[in-house]
């Protein structure tokens, strides 16, 4: 009676508090002082609480069964890539720590998966906490913008308010990310999240009050790559219905598309000018130096990471990182080590458009894509909360229905 009771109390409990700090206080601490290279993550301290919590609870033990596949070669993923990580930080890298985290975050979400196999342990319940946080959390954050900050830092638990530097090239602004382009992304994973739950939403007006939150957010970050990239998961919905309600389609439906063309038209001229579109923002160029980098240094540079900067022919300025998450991580931890983590991505993604397909699902998967190949999105300390919502959208057994043409 105690182990059936002890999960679905704690591990709630535990998940709240994990989504809480990440959220609104996602501290970590390191060494080194630097984002990138975090010691202890708090939100993978709650993590491993779930994690035990689900353990504790197991109930029947794991079989590795035909319907079990997905979870046995993520599994696979994990081992391959720990035995590389370990082998080329005990002999080059010597940086466990960003390991010890990432393996925290893959077994976290390996957890969801396997203890959902035997009843969903994240409650609907769950689902509306998650919602009212993100909401809550970005509201916060816009106003954080408007009253001149450009965004939190929460370093070695230091709560620091950074003022906006009016001599910068552009505004820009991160909220609780640490950059950018990390806000950015994960605006997008929020706005997926409230796509498959919109009927969690009490009606129209707070769904689309909360998706014009997040908007707002996309366009004071700055980030011209998730907001593009963010209309890829309306086009998949759009796609869904047409398909499902077998609308042939008119010339006055078209007519409806040309606001939306018109407001996007905007964007692309004020990008233009501050881009170079044909280079892609000037990544082209970048990617073709930061993969000869890579291929002059195969094991990784480790720590040398952020304080090494390159310069790239064309640019008149360095760059310090590949602008690319999977580049960069090859950069970083070698060769073999970003091979592993890539195996891992298409193994989420082949097992998750298995589990739901359909056009919102390639929608969603495209729009999380286009700015991991654009820049580095997902930090080691975004990681446990991006797996999380990932789970939530793709995976989590009550979420089947919300697949299906509203």
């Known amino acids: 009676m105690l182990k059936e009771e002890f999960c679905p109390k704690y591990s709630e409990i535990f998940l709240k508090h994990l989504i809480f700090f990440a959220l609104f206080l996602p501290i970590y601490y390191s060494e080194v002082d630097s984002v990138y290279y975090p010691n202890f993550i708090l939100v993978n301290f709650f993590g491993i609480l779930v994690l035990v919590s689900l353990w504790i609870n197991r109930g029947q033990k794991f079989r590795i069964i035909r319907k079990n596949i997905f979870e046995l070669v993520f599994f696979i993923g994990i081992i391959l890539y720990n035995m590389s990580s370990f082998y080329m930080n005990y002999r080059y890298l010597w940086w466990y720590e960003d390991q010890i985290n990432i393996t925290i975050s893959l077994l976290f979400f390996l957890g969801l998966l396997l203890s959902s196999q035997r009843g969903e342990k994240v409650s609907d319940r769950i689902i509306d906490f998650l919602i009212y946080t993100i909401v809550v959390s970005n509201i916060g954050g816009v106003i954080c913008y408007f009253t001149g900050h450009y965004g939190i830092s929460v370093e070695n638990a230091q709560i620091r308010f950074i003022p906006i530097d009016p001599t910068y090239y552009e505004s820009r602004f991160n909220w609780i990310y640490g950059h950018k382009n990390n806000y950015g992304f994960m605006l997008i994973v929020f706005i997926a999240l409230f796509v498959i739950y919109r009927k969690r939403f009490r009606n129209k007006w707070t769904y689309w009050g909360s998706i014009g939150v997040m908007y707002v957010g996309l366009v004071i970050s700055h980030s011209y790559t998730s907001l593009f990239s963010s209309f890829l998961i309306f086009g998949g919905q759009i796609i869904d219905y047409l398909v499902g309600k077998k609308i ?56 040398a990471y952020d304080t090494f900067a390159f310069s790239v022919p064309g640019l008149n300025f360095d760059v310090y990182n590949c602008h690319n998450m999977f580049l960069t991580f090859m950069w970083r931890f070698s060769i073999l080590v970003g091979l592993c983590y890539i195996f891992i991505y298409i193994v989420l993604i082949v097992g998750s458009l298995r589990r739901n397909f359909s056009f919102l699902s390639f929608g969603i998967w495209g729009a999380f894509i286009v700015p991991m190949f654009m820049d580095s999105t997902v930090l080691t300390t975004q990681l446990t909360i991006f797996l999380f919502i990932l789970y939530c959208i793709f995976f989590r057994k009550k979420v089947e229905s919300n697949y299906e043409i509203a």
């Open 248 to 303: 042939k389609l008119k010339k006055k439906y078209f007519l409806i598309t040309i606001p939306v063309f018109g407001l996007a038209g905007v964007f692309v001229v004020k990008m233009m000018r501050e881009r170079n579109v044909l280079s892609l923002g000037s990544r082209i160029p970048i990617w073709k130096e930061s993969i000869k980098l890579i291929l002059q240094s195969p094991r990784g540079i480790g720590t």
